[in-house]
């Protein structure tokens, strides 16, 4: 099962790191990734999703801002 739950996180980041090649200037919350950047995708969890992001801002491809609000903001780190 946790393999499953690997796979899962590693398709998600695949498919935002595609969303965001085409929208390079995307920003968005959790919710907004969920929405947005994976609109029309398989349902996914929040967890896989934010598991993914994590594993992206790790490894130095998006950006996290953290809002006054504690809100946090995921953004692409490359230049088109």
């Keep these: 099962m946790e393999m499953e739950h690997e796979d899962d996180v590693l398709r998600v ?12 200037s995307a920003a968005d919350s959790l919710q907004g990734v969920v929405r947005w950047w994976l609109a029309g995708e398989e349902a996914c969890s929040r967890d896989s999703v ?31």
């Design 50 to 80: 934010q598991r993914a992001l994590e594993g992206l801002v790790r490894q130095g491809v998006i950006g996290r801002r953290i809002l006054s609000d504690g809100g946090v903001i995921y953004y692409s780190l490359e230049k088109s």
């Design 13 to 24: 980041g695949r498919k935002i790191m595609e969303y965001l090649q085409s929208h390079p």
